[in-house]
């Protein structure tokens, strides 16, 4: 059926600038690493690009290597813009990246201007579009001189294939050092999108201090432990879930006692909060006004439709705070 976008999808949604940017992001944004790809199912797909959008969701995060097989998220990306979102497209921020194995021979991945810039090239072929809106390095290439994996986000963007740089998965040092030589280039940093959630709490040493003095926003990825905080394995390892999944990153082993143990704990507080695990956990991630925006993954519309709902409820009390503080405490 034709897709009509809600009149209704910017009522509810926070959007937040990006750093010192005139870029906003919803404080809710959608990846598309897992549950994207040709094994897929690609309706599913679908109603989840369009349920999100209708709830104000304007950003979608992908990279080169995204889906089983590596590629092929864009690729269904590409498919549902063209067949749903083609009349949107200016109200959309696209996102991809480069610096995982994407082919064989030394051009394939890491950090040198050879990969990037092709890398770009093959995931606008394969979304069909003219830009992305923010091309990230996807890691550190420790190999590569610095210098070199920035001029080539400097590049794509002086090419207009890319309206904002990006950089992924960087240690806070290296971080600073990107913002300072992408600015002697005449190119602002946008943003890191870095790993944050309950389980996985670095980026609060130096990183996001960092980033706030470099006027560059933060994306919090896999805010949920890729499904740990969430109510998925209370009761086991679901068929369906990505644990369970040959193709999926989460491994059952990483589901252990210990980090049930917690997940237990924080469903009591969020029982008592009258929201789901999931909810808890990305309202835990926003509470830091350094975040611009949490990114979600999911499977279904209705995790989609639970996760939108903690806006209802997105603060906490100092005492909540403190109870989450001492259950996440070895
Ligand atoms: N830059 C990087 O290096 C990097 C790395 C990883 C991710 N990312 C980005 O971050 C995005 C999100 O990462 P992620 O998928 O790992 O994030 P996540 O949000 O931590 O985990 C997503 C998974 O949690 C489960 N889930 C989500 N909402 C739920 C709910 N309300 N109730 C129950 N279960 C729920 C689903 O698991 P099931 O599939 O089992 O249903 C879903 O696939 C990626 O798509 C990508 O864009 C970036």
């Given amino acids: 059926m034709h897709y009509i976008a809600s009149s209704k999808r910017y009522a509810a949604m926070p959007y937040n600038r990006c750093g010192?940017?005139?870029?906003?992001?919803?404080?809710?944004?959608?990846?598309?690493?897992?549950?994207?790809?040709?094994?897929?199912?690609?309706?599913?797909?679908?109603?989840?690009?369009?349920?999100?959008?209708?709830?104000?969701?304007?950003?979608?995060?992908?990279?080169?290597?995204?889906?089983?097989?590596?590629?092929?998220?864009?690729?269904?990306?590409g498919r549902i813009l063209k067949k749903d979102f083609s009349a949107y497209r200016d109200e959309m921020v696209i996102s991809t990246k480069a610096g995982y194995l994407m082919w064989p021979g030394p051009y394939g991945e890491w950090g040198s201007k050879k990969y990037l810039l092709a890398s770009l090239d093959q995931s606008l072929r394969r979304m069909k579009l003219d830009y992305v809106d923010?091309?990230?390095?996807?890691?550190?290439?420790?190999?590569?001189?610095?210098?070199e994996t920035l001029d080539a986000l400097a590049q794509a963007v002086r090419q207009g294939k890319a309206l904002y740089a990006g950089i992924s998965n960087y240690p806070a040092e290296e971080t600073q050092k990107a913002s300072k030589c992408l600015a002697k280039m005449g190119i602002h940093c946008l943003i890191h999108q870095a790993s944050y959630s309950m389980f996985n709490r670095w980026v609060e040493d130096r990183l996001l201090g960092i980033l706030e003095s470099e006027g560059m926003g933060c994306i919090a990825f896999s805010p949920l432990a890729q499904g740990l905080?969430?109510?998925?394995?209370?009761?086991?390892?679901?068929?369906?879930?990505?644990?369970?999944?040959?193709?999926?990153?989460?491994?059952?082993?990483?589901?252990?006692?210990?980090?049930?143990?917690?997940?237990?704990?924080?469903k009591a507080l969020a029982d008592r909060r009258g929201q789901s695990i999931a909810r808890m956990a990305l309202a835990w991630v926003l509470r830091d006004r350094r975040i611009t925006s949490v990114l979600v993954g999911v499977s279904r519309v209705e995790?989609?439709?639970?996760?939108?709902?903690?806006?209802?409820?997105?603060?906490?009390?100092?005492?909540?705070?403190?109870?989450?503080?001492?259950?996440?405490a070895d």
């Fill in 229 to 266: 905080l969430t109510d998925r394995y209370l009761k086991g390892i679901p068929h369906d879930s990505r644990a369970a999944k040959p193709h999926g990153f989460l491994k059952i082993d990483d589901v252990s006692e210990q980090k049930l143990i917690r997940i237990r704990a924080l």
């Fill in 134 to 147: 923010i091309f990230y390095s996807h890691r550190l290439d420790p190999q590569t001189p610095l210098e």
């Fill in 303 to 328: 995790q989609l439709e639970d996760n939108l709902s903690m806006l209802a409820n997105p603060d906490f009390s100092k005492e909540e705070l403190l109870e989450i503080e001492d259950i996440l």
């Fill in 20 to 77: 010192r940017s005139g870029l906003l992001l919803p404080a809710l944004s959608l990846g598309l690493w897992h549950n994207f790809g040709e094994v897929d199912v690609f309706e599913n797909c679908r109603d989840i690009l369009r349920a999100a959008f209708d709830a104000g969701i304007t950003h979608f995060d992908l990279a080169n290597n995204y889906g089983t097989p590596p590629g092929s998220a864009e690729e269904t990306f």
